[in-house]
């Protein structure tokens, strides 16, 4: 009599499921997600409960409107800061822009000079970015030489004056204070727009994993194959051309544009990405951090004119926090590399 044994049953092991970069993302949440966004909305109940007007649809929309211009620079400035450089010209190339959008629509329209501000604006990221990698100077330094360049030139293009459309095209030039998509102006919508496309380029496609590959170790993804003086001049270009775009926003409200425009609201900009929760040192961040910082930011400005506090203290406070956030980063940096 034979017997026939039944052989093991083996469990076979379970596929592993193969994850793209992107789903490897979409769990990358931490503390200092939700502490940013959680710091938010304190202040925001905050003034909710301490005063009458804050929670109403006219001041959430001016609260957009407010933010539009630091929004755009704020947007360029992450890409810059996670690919490992700084953009201290973004304000002038808005300035020069802007003054050739406008000098544009004088001769051929205002269509016409929205898009010869965006193409200036492009230029200028371009010759920008070409100067810091072909140079080799630091970001920094190189940026804010170029900045002083680039005002010179607004400077040498006006005479030093102030430049607007003409009568007949005032109205028309004005579009982007005009009230659109939920009451908002469409100022404030082209930024939100900039902001989700961005954010999508930098978190779901190969340009944006070459982003924060390049900011991450500079040299390790030059030897991985990636072209790194590429990428940084790509950013500064997308930086000129979103400087123009907020440029003729602050000229259409303004209807004119002027050398001196926007003068400082770039440091405003990097200190809203970097309370935002974008590392300073480069290689991580995300788009909706500088929406986030922008947004307190704006707040704490609207809060302070709500409340009638005296708006000196706005600047402790704003400085308190950027020291917060660039400590935290630091903290957080040593942390990871214990």
Known sequence: MTTTSTPPIIDAPEPQEQRSPLASRKFRLNLR??????????????????????????????????????????????????????????????A???????????????????????????????????????????????????????????????????VAPTTDQSLAFSVWTWPSIFGLSAGSVLMLVTLIVLGIVLWGTTFGRRIYAVGGNAEAARLSGIRTGSIHIAVFTISG??????????????????????????????????????????????????????????????????????TTYQQVVTGSLILLAVAADGLFVRKRRT
């Open 96 to 162: 020069a822009s802007a003054i050739i959008g406008v000098m544009v629509t004088q001769q051929f329209g205002v269509a016409a000079g929205f898009i010869g501000a965006i193409l200036a604006g492009a230029v200028f990221g371009f010759f920008t970015g070409f100067v810091v990698v072909k140079t080799g100077v630091n970001s920094f330094i190189g940026t804010l030489a170029i900045s002083i360049i680039y005002r010179g030139i607004a400077i040498v293009m006006t005479g030093g004056n102030i």
């Open 241 to 310: 051309v979103c400087s123009a775009m907020a440029g003729m926003i602050l000229a259409s409200r303004a209807g004119s544009a002027q050398p001196s425009m926007a003068t400082g609201i770039e440091l405003t900009a990097i200190a809203a990405v970097v309370i935002g929760g974008t590392s300073i040192l480069g290689g991580q961040g995300a788009m909706w951090r500088a929406f986030v910082g922008v947004m307190i930011l704006t707040v704490i400005g609207n809060g302070f004119n709500l409340m009638h506090w005296d």
């Open 33 to 94: 997600d939700f502490g940013i966004v959680f710091g938010l909305l304190a202040i925001m109940l905050f003034l909710a409960l301490n005063t009458t007007t804050f929670l109403t649809e006219q001041n959430f929309i001016n609260l957009f409107d407010q933010a539009a211009i630091v929004g755009l620079l704020a947007t360029a400035a992450t890409l810059c800061i996670i690919s490992g450089v700084f953009d201290l010209s973004s304000t002038a190339t808005l």
